[in-house]
């Protein structure tokens, strides 16, 4: 074959690959986002799917703490028989207390590193397909820092609430759980866990946003890109992206979460040698049940983070484009 015919085939190449790129949705990029519609819609609608997940992530971390192994099932009808419907929702008032100030970090993180640092892969020659996978994977890192300064005191609050019983009630509410905490390990007893949930979701994150943006790009390759001006299949397309990119993720990151909520939870009368630490914690756990105790819990974590994922996601970009300027999407 000839150079040039291999510079034709090389430039044919490229012209499908840039009309392909341009029959894709548009996106909403941090600077056409009207800011404080962004953030109240925000707040507004992933309080309401953090309600309706929040009972998957409470029998997620009954069986992650409790030594003995049960099914999600039977850890479900437990709950249910002990303490009610409300026994799905304990420590939610102080998760969604949390809620609205992470997900604004998340969200602003997210965003403002996705632009900036697609912006300069571009000009440095970078492909699009992989300036956009670069900065999902930037985006995703920079989100899950900035959340995890507000989120971990707020899991390790509502994880113990989540664990506690009608029998064994320690915390009268989430404001009594932060004073009891403080007082007896002090901000550093708010902040446990904090170095394993960045080792957690930083690479997580990193990951989850590159896979969803190539799986987008696969997904709308063998449906047919001229399908993403119908609205529903942009949903559709969106949440199967984001439910592989979420299933993927838990199953990966499931023993560093494990031995995060464990540190979390565990309770301490504030002596320095009754602290868990990295190394007690895993030691127990796999005294207690090998490496298969590291993933108590899959099931219902997975369930929900593929669920998640893809609720968060459709919603998210839903919330975009109610929060676009005028006239920025023509």
Same mark, same amino acid.
């Given at each position: 074959m000839s150079f040039g015919v291999v510079d034709m085939d090389e430039e044919g190449g490229a012209a499908a690959a840039a009309d392909e790129i341009r029959r894709l949705p548009a996106e909403v990029n941090w600077e056409m986002l009207d800011k404080s519609r962004f953030f109240v819609l925000g707040a507004a609608l992933f309080s !309401? &799917? $953090? #309600? *309706?997940?929040?009972?998957? %992530? +409470?029998?997620?971390?009954?069986?992650?703490?409790?030594?003995?192994?049960?099914?999600?099932?039977?850890?479900?009808?437990?709950?249910?028989?002990?303490?009610?419907?409300?026994?799905?929702?304990?420590?939610?008032?102080?998760?969604?207390?949390?809620?609205?100030?992470?997900?604004?970090?998340?969200?602003?993180?997210?965003?403002?590193?996705?632009?900036?640092?697609?912006?300069?892969?571009?000009?440095?020659?970078?492909?699009?397909?992989?300036?956009?996978?670069?900065?999902?994977?930037?985006? !995703? &890192? $920079? #989100? *899950?820092?900035?959340?995890? %300064? +507000?989120?971990?005191?707020?899991?390790?609050?509502?994880?113990r609430l989540m664990v506690q019983t009608s029998s064994t009630c320690r915390y009268r509410g989430g404001v009594d759980a932060f004073k009891k905490i403080l007082l007896a390990d002090g901000v550093r007893g708010l902040y446990r866990g904090f170095g394993l949930s960045i080792v957690t979701y930083a690479p997580s994150n990193a990951v989850w946003w590159a896979s969803y943006a190539m799986a987008q790009r696969f997904i709308w390759r063998v449906v047919g890109a001229e399908r993403s001006e119908s609205y529903p299949s942009l949903m559709a397309v969106q949440g199967a992206s984001a439910a592989l990119a979420g299933g993927a993720s838990a199953l990966v990151t499931m023993p560093l979460d494990t031995v995060k909520t464990r540190i979390q939870v565990m309770e301490t009368d504030g002596a320095a040698a009754a602290r868990p630490t990295l190394k007690s914690t895993v030691r127990g756990l796999l005294k207690e049940g090998g490496w298969a105790a590291c993933y108590r819990g899959l099931g219902p974590r997975w369930g929900s983070m593929s669920l998640s994922a893809a609720t968060m996601v459709t919603t998210y970009e839903f919330l975009k484009r109610l929060s676009a300027k005028e006239g920025s999407l023509d």
């Open positions: !309401g &799917v $953090s #309600a *309706a997940l929040y009972p998957a %992530v +409470v029998v997620k971390t009954h069986l992650q703490v409790a030594p003995p192994p049960q099914a999600a099932t039977a850890t479900a009808a437990a709950i249910l028989r002990r303490d009610g419907l409300r026994g799905f929702y304990r420590g939610f008032g102080a998760s969604l207390a949390g809620t609205v100030p992470a997900r604004a970090l998340y969200m602003a993180a997210l965003e403002a590193t996705k632009s900036s640092v697609g912006s300069a892969a571009v000009r440095l020659g970078v492909s699009e397909p992989a300036a956009t996978a670069a900065a999902s994977a930037a985006g !995703g &890192v $920079s #989100a *899950a820092i900035a959340a995890q %300064v +507000v989120w971990t005191p707020v899991d390790v609050i509502s994880q």
